[in-house]
């Protein structure tokens, strides 16, 4: 009787340092990706001169100088912001769509050319985006498609429907087919089908495709800086320029702009974390 007493006791201190130690592994890693993005956030609120000083690091009055300084000095930076989110959004609802009807394609239809095609599809996913980009640069460039935002809309979507195909089939094959026959001896079409029973069930899946999409097309930079100059730059390629100003580097500013830039992707994320589990988790229990 005692050793039993004694071993369920090992048991719940097994538990209970295995338990802790998660807890010390998720706050180191949340600090170590959190204290750079406070130092930036509460770096923009600091007096430019106190920026740096060691003295105080969380204890100051709050300012919003270094944001009114860059409205004067970079009043472009918020059109280029506004660049940003038009494109990312727009790549999103694009590639959600082709990604959305692709998957249900591979998830309900079987054949050598479809097999085919999904591996030349993560075939050319491995490929850095260097190698895909200089190609296209003429092409563009005929197309008259430079420096537009349309030219990045379609570029984030072509680089991220492998991803989203896999992640909506991926949801599509979790679900019973037996709803979709049930709706077809209804009466329902194929579209109808689509848009008011599998559209709805793999919700989850579309929304974890879109953190991938969103985050990538909101920072990316190397698309941005081949493709565009003056009329669809984003805000990633100002605070390069910002970095690499000749008269030196405004840190303030910079913090404000990185702040400006970092905030609306970050709520995002935050709202959506759950479905981004979910997305990476999706097929990992179909049998």
């Not at 204290?35 to 204890?59: H, T």
């Amino acid at each position: 009787m005692r050793d039993a007493t004694m071993s369920r006791a090992v048991r719940r201190a097994r538990r209970w340092a295995l338990g802790a130690a998660r807890m010390l592994a998720l706050a180191a890693v949340l600090l170590w990706s959190a204290f750079p993005i406070a130092l930036i956030v509460l770096g923009s609120l600091r007096p430019p001169r106190e920026i740096f000083s060691e003295q105080n690091l969380f204890v100051f009055t709050p300012t919003l100088l270094n944001y009114a300084n860059l409205w004067q000095r970079w009043p472009d930076f918020f059109h280029n912001l506004w660049n940003s989110l038009l494109v990312a959004l727009g790549a999103t609802a694009l590639t959600l769509l082709v990604s959305f009807l692709a998957g249900y394609v591979y998830a309900r239809r079987q054949n050598r050319l479809l097999t085919a095609s999904a591996f030349f599809m993560i075939l050319v996913r491995l490929l850095p985006p260097i190698v895909l980009t200089l190609p296209l640069f003429p092409a563009v460039n005929w197309l008259m498609l430079n420096d537009t935002r349309t030219v990045l809309i379609l570029l984030y979507c072509a680089f991220f429907l492998s991803l989203g195909t896999w992640i909506m089939k991926a949801f599509i094959d979790q679900l019973p087919i037996e709803l979709e026959e049930a709706a077809a001896i209804d009466g329902s079409s194929q579209w109808q089908t689509l848009w008011h029973i599998v559209l709805p069930l793999s919700h989850a899946g579309l929304i974890a495709t879109s953190v991938f999409i969103m985050v990538f097309a909101w920072n990316d930079f190397l698309f941005a800086f081949i493709f565009t100059a003056v009329d669809a730059k984003t805000a990633p390629l100002v605070l390069s320029e910002m970095v690499g100003a000749i008269d030196g580097v405004d840190w303030g500013i910079l913090f404000a702009a990185a702040t400006l830039q970092l905030l609306p992707i970050l709520v995002f994320v935050l709202l959506v974390q759950k479905y981004l589990i979910a997305g990476l988790s999706a097929g990992a229990s179909k049998g």
